[in-house]
């Protein structure tokens, strides 16, 4: 699997170039489906109307909107309840996913519980493109600062997909807290190298290389 884990989505013509390189075919031919799920885990996100925001491709975080061939919903909550035959077929001819924000422990868990992680390493040509918690739950942790859902087995855990963590929003407007002192303290408790990005900064990983891709503020953060 491919992946493009980014703050923010698409927020300038940079990550929309590190997209289209990952992609087998340019986004007008490409299909994709978009996981709202992470959303429902998160007390500012869903549910209700940022949920269908995302969905629609209305959200100030442009992932659905980029003009793809077809977009699915693909809600990972509801897939326990039907059979598998009816949905990994769908997964598995998508060219890419995409993962809203939100809680990234509450969609580790269903990722989990629905088998798609096990599925992602099957998925050699697929494009993963994440933002904010859905590009955290790739990381090994999170860190109890962005735990909002509690798992029933407690933790910070994500699916360790990636070997480093991922603090998002860095020096946001809106997050006073999301400063670079913040991010290194959180990384210090962590014990793991991580990156911290702003919303103008992504990361590509093909094949166990990462790049980072930025027109803003980031900074690595070693282990």
Same mark, same amino acid.
């Given at each position: 699997?491919?992946?493009?884990?980014?703050?923010?989505?698409?927020?300038?013509?940079?990550?929309?170039?590190?997209?289209?390189?990952?992609?087998?075919?340019?986004? $007008?031919?490409?299909?994709?489906?978009?996981?709202?799920?992470?959303? %429902?885990? +998160?007390?500012?996100?869903?549910? $209700?109307?940022?949920?269908?925001?995302?969905?629609? &491709?209305?959200?100030?975080?442009?992932?659905?909107?980029?003009?793809?061939?077809?977009?699915?919903?693909?809600?990972?909550?509801?897939?326990?309840? /039907?059979?598998?035959?009816?949905?990994?077929?769908?997964?598995?001819?998508?060219?890419?996913?995409?993962?809203?924000?939100?809680?990234?422990? %509450?969609?580790?868990?269903?990722?989990?519980?629905?088998?798609?992680?096990?599925?992602?390493?099957?998925?050699?040509?697929?494009?993963?493109?994440?933002?904010?918690? $859905?590009?955290?739950?790739?990381?090994?942790? /999170? $860190?109890?600062?962005? @735990?909002?859902?509690?798992?029933?087995?407690?933790?910070?855990?994500?699916?360790?997909?990636? &070997?480093?963590?991922?603090?998002?929003?860095?020096? +946001?407007?809106?997050?006073?807290?999301?400063?670079?002192?913040?991010?290194? #303290?959180?990384?210090?408790?962590? &014990?793991?190298? #991580? %990156? #911290?990005?702003?919303?103008?900064?992504? /990361?590509? @990983?093909?094949? &166990?290389?990462?790049? @980072? @891709?930025?027109?803003?503020?980031?900074? +690595?953060?070693?282990?």
């Amino acid at each position: 699997m491919k992946l493009l884990l980014s703050s923010a989505g698409v927020k300038n013509p940079s990550i929309r170039a590190a997209l289209e390189a990952l992609l087998p075919r340019p986004v $007008g031919e490409c299909t994709a489906l978009a996981i709202p799920t992470a959303m %429902y885990g +998160h007390p500012w996100a869903g549910p $209700g109307r940022n949920v269908w925001e995302f969905a629609a &491709g209305r959200s100030a975080e442009p992932m659905v909107e980029l003009g793809w061939r077809s977009v699915g919903l693909l809600e990972l909550t509801a897939l326990p309840s /039907i059979p598998a035959d009816r949905w990994v077929p769908l997964v598995r001819e998508t060219d890419v996913l995409l993962a809203s924000g939100g809680d990234a422990v %509450y969609l580790a868990h269903w990722m989990r519980q629905t088998g798609l992680a096990d599925l992602l390493g099957e998925l050699t040509d697929t494009v993963w493109f994440g933002m904010s918690a $859905g590009s955290m739950v790739m990381t090994p942790r /999170i $860190g109890e600062e962005f @735990v909002g859902w509690e798992a029933p087995d407690g933790g910070d855990e994500t699916l360790g997909v990636v &070997g480093f963590s991922i603090f998002p929003h860095l020096e +946001h407007p809106s997050l006073p807290t999301n400063t670079l002192a913040a991010a290194e #303290a959180w990384q210090e408790k962590l &014990g793991n190298p #991580a %990156y #911290a990005i702003d919303d103008d900064t992504a /990361i590509t @990983v093909v094949d &166990g290389d990462v790049t @980072v @891709v930025s027109e803003g503020r980031w900074r +690595h953060l070693a282990g």
